[in-house]
């Protein structure tokens, strides 16, 4: 009885979930980044980069997700940048398409389940994608970010000096 009052509640808490919605940002607040606040705008949208938020019914952004798209996986945010670059400019003697790996440089949440969502959003919208065929994330090395990716099924692809990589199999 206790158990199904406690089940019940915990699935009225994460109903909102259930009607938010993946958008794309032009411009986010940036100091709210707890994993790199020190990039900018002009850094996260540059090179065909973007920033996803889920928004709740509410019309708030619960969470917020970044990507750079690349044609190799970056160990450092300086990789990062580059291999955006790069990509952005050899895309333009193809389609318009950057890169095919869509790297998720940051994630945060301000709602409790926002952050699991985002993910399993961006996932379902990749997957759809004609030209991503990797999702890998440039993590901090917290056990945050560890716990974060791996309970929500990604798989560690390497440990390195600064950071970590994860990957969400597509
Ligand atoms: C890491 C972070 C994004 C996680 O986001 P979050 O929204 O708090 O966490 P989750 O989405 O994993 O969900 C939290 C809990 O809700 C639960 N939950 C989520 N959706 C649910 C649903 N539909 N029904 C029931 N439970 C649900 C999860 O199981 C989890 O439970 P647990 O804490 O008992 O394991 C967030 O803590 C954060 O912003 N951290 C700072 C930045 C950071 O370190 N980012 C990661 C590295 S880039």
């Known amino acids: 009885m206790v158990i199904d009052t406690y089940k019940k509640l915990k699935t009225q808490f994460f109903d909102w979930l259930k009607k938010s919605e993946l958008i794309e940002l032009n411009d986010v607040d940036i100091k709210k980044d707890p994993v790199r606040p020190e990039l900018t705008m002009d850094f996260r949208t540059k090179y065909g980069r973007k920033v996803y938020g889920l928004k709740d019914e509410e019309g708030e952004i619960a969470a917020v997700m970044c990507f750079a798209f690349t044609n190799q996986v ?3 945010v300086e990789e990062l940048d580059k291999f955006s670059q790069d990509a952005y400019l050899q895309s333009h003697f193809k389609s318009g398409q950057v890169g095919q790996i869509a790297i998720a440089y940051t994630v945060w949440s301000t709602k409790k389940g926002g952050g699991r969502r985002i993910v399993q959003e961006v996932y379902k919208m990749i997957k759809k994608s004609h030209h991503l ?6 993590s901090p090395l917290t056990d945050m970010a560890r716990n974060f990716h791996l309970k929500n099924g990604a798989k560690e692809l390497q440990v390195n000096k600064e950071t970590q990589n994860f990957e969400y199999e597509v």
């Open 74 to 76: 970056p160990t450092t």
């Open 133 to 138: 065929n990797r999702l890998v994330t440039l």
